[in-house]
């Protein structure tokens, strides 16, 4: 019992004089601090290698991801810059495999700026957009949607195109070679694509004015105008109506445009004397029914 307690007091003055116990427990201390450091730097690291690529990822990302939901029909050529601020040249093709496309004068400019809801777009381009196009752009889970409201006082004019730049997406807009202006309008609309399909909330004009096309020897064959007209209910079909204002060449018709496509039922004929001169063009547009020619889609 002496001898124990003997050791106990002269090893308890060496631990005390030596500062070893201390010591470890830095030590210690210390490389906890170390490791937290470093998992910290990483994560920092990491966190700044993520900004980087949201901040300056490249416009041909959306170039690729336009592309996609058009199914190749839609896309953005040459673009340069990045996702928020950038430009390209908008190619229209007849999908993946077709050799068909055509492309629009100048660029078309972009900036995209985050919202609470997604992010809006702003897009510009001297030939064709009135002005600058402004869409609110909502992603979700499996869809994606585009809301246009035109400014305060403005007529809601989008902008004109020419009715050449159609020719891209192949037949049968190759093969009518048209010409003269589509000009579209709209008070509002909201257009969304959930899981593939397309669906139109709204109503969008088009003027297709002093329609040209090189199957025919007439000047123009007319002016014309194209209404889509979108129901709000989930799963509702869009409306088509094609009326004829003005020109030799008269067409007529309506349909639907929803989950299963477009289905179109209408008919063209010619005004008067003006037969001979566009029997190749209604043999060509439908399916031949004396001075009629019978349009049928889907």
Do not use: H
Request: hydrophobic share 40%; net charge positive.
């Amino acid at each position: 019992m002496i001898r124990r307690k003997r050791n106990r007091q002269l090893w308890s003055p060496t631990v005390a004089g030596s500062g070893w116990s201390e010591s470890t427990l830095a030590e210690q201390a210390w490389e906890v601090e170390r490791g937290a450091a470093v998992r910290w730097a990483i994560a920092g690291g990491v966190f700044g290698l993520l900004v980087g690529l949201i901040l300056f990822a490249p416009a041909a990302w959306l170039a690729t991801a336009v592309a996609s939901a058009t199914n190749q029909r839609l896309v953005l050529a040459d673009a340069r810059g990045t996702i928020w601020s950038g430009s390209a040249v908008p190619i229209l093709t007849g999908g993946a495999d077709s050799r068909d496309a055509s492309y629009l004068p100048g660029r078309l400019e972009w900036t995209l700026m985050p919202r609470f809801y997604g992010v809006e777009l702003s897009a510009r381009q001297d030939c064709c957009i009135n002005g600058t196009l402004r869409l609110q752009i909502r992603p979700g889970l499996g869809r994606i949607k585009a809301t246009y409201a035109p400014p305060p006082g403005a007529a809601g004019t989008l902008g004109q195109w020419p009715s050449a730049w159609l020719g891209g997406l192949g037949t049968p807009w190759n093969t009518l070679q048209l010409g003269g202006t589509a000009k579209m309008a709209s008070p509002g609309f909201s257009i969304e694509q959930v899981e593939g399909r397309w669906r139109l909330d709204g109503k969008l004009d088009l003027e297709l004015e002093a329609v040209s096309s090189r199957l025919t020897t007439l000047e123009t064959l007319g002016s014309y105008r194209v209404t889509l007209t979108g129901g709000s209910s989930e799963g509702s079909a869009t409306l088509l109506s094609l009326t004829t204002t003005d020109g030799p060449l008269q067409l007529i018709g309506s349909g639907t445009w929803g989950p299963a496509g477009v289905k179109f039922r209408g008919e063209a004929r010619s005004a008067g004397v003006d037969e001979p001169a566009l029997s190749n063009l209604l043999n060509i547009i439908g399916r031949r029914d004396g001075a009629r020619s019978i349009i049928s889609i889907g």
